[in-house]
C-alpha cells in the first residue's frame, strides 16, 4: 500500500481562475470549455476545494490503457446463451480481482442481480450457480479489484437504478472519474462510495431531465443521442470502459487501448476485458459509443478520440476522491 495524493473537488472552483486554466491544459478547447461551464453551472456546486492524501491500492499497468481496476464481460443475443464454461474462464482472473463479484442476468424482463463483496474463487454461492446453470439472452459479468471505495456489498457492480418512466438500468464499470463535475452531488444520496455508481446516478438523472423536457418517454435513438453526448464529455481525462443495459440496448464504450474486446457471431456480441479462450475476439469500438440489439450494432456514436492513456503524475496529482471514502 502507498499514499497517493488525490485532488478532491467537491465543488467547482472560480471559472475565471485556476479551473479554466487546469483544463485548457488538459487540451480541453474552448467549444468543450462552454459545455463543462454550461454543466458546472448546472450542477449549482459553491466554490470549495479540498485535497486529501489517502492509501490506495498498488496499481497494475496493462498495455496502452494503463491502471486496470476491475474486469467487465457482458452478452447480447437473439437467443438466450449458455454462459458457464466462459464465464468460469472469466471469475478465475478474480485472483488479481479479490474485492467483490456481480453476475446480472436477464430474466422475464427484467435484470436479476446477483454480487458479494469477496474473491469470486471463494464463493460457494457462485460455484453452485454456475453448476446450475446461467442462461439469458442479456448478462453482465464484474469482477473487481478496489481503489475508489472500501471492500464492500454496496460498492460491487454491477449497478442497478430505474429512471421515472420505470425502464431499469444496469451498469458495470472498468475505469476511474478522476475529474467530472455533474458527479459531485451524488456522493450525499449513493448506497456505496464508488465514482462508477455516481455515474449511474447522473444518467438516470439526465435520462429523467430529457424525458420531464420532452413530455413523454424517450425513443430508443433519443436515449442513445443523450448518452452519446454525456461520453464524450465524461471521457475528457478520465477511463470510461463501460456496459449499460437499459431493458432494450446493450451500450458500450471504452477509451482505454487494448483494454475492451469482443466477438460476434451469428445472432450474439460478447464483450470481455480480456480475451477468453472461446472464438475470435478483436479489439472494440475505441472513443465511440455504440448500442447492440440481440447481438446486432444498431447506433454508433461520435468518434469523440478522448483517448485515456495513464499519466503517473496525473494519478498522483488528479486521482478523484472524496474526504469520506
Known sequence: ????????????????????????RRGIDQRELSELR???????????????????????????????????YAYAGKRAGSFVEELREFFSHS?????????????????????????ALDSLYLNERLQAGVKGNTLIAHIRYATIGSVKYANCHPFSAVDRSG?????????????????????KVQRGSTDSERILLYLIDVMNAAMEEKGRRLTGQERFAVLDSVFSLMAIGNKLNIVLYDGEYLYVHANAENS???????????????????????????????????????????????????DEEAVKLLYLAYSQL
Open 260 to 310: 475492451l474486446f469482443y466477438r460476434q457471431e451469428k445472432e450474439t456480441v460478447t464483450f470481455s476485458t480480456r480475451p477468453l479462450s472461446r472464438g475470435r475476439w478483436k479489439a472494440a469500438p475505441f472513443t465511440q459509443l455504440t448500442a447492440w440489439h440481440r447481438g446486432q450494432l444498431v447506433f454508433e456514436g461520435t468518434v469523440h478520440g478522448r483517448v485515456y492513456v495513464q
Open 167 to 187: 425502464r431499469q438500468w444496469v451498469l458495470a464499470h472498468n475505469g476511474t472519474i478522476f475529474d467530472y463535475a455533474p458527479m459531485y452531488r451524488y456522493t
Open 38 to 72: 454550461s454543466l458546472r453551472r448546472k450542477s449549482g456546486l459553491t466554490k470549495r476545494l479540498c485535497i486529501s492524501i489517502i492509501p490506495i491500492n498498488h496499481t497494475k499497468l496493462v498495455g496502452n490503457g494503463g491502471e486496470e481496476m476491475c474486469e467487465i
Open 1 to 24: 500500500m502507498r499514499l497517493t495524493a488525490r485532488i478532491c473537488m467537491s465543488s467547482m472552483i472560480s471559472e475565471s481562475g485556476s479551473w479554466c486554466s487546469r483544463w485548457r
Open 95 to 119: 485472483g488479481e480481482h479479490p474485492n467483490g463479484w456481480g453476475l446480472a442476468v436477464e430474466k422475464d424482463g427484467r435484470m436479476n442481480i446477483e454480487k458479494e463483496p469477496f474473491r
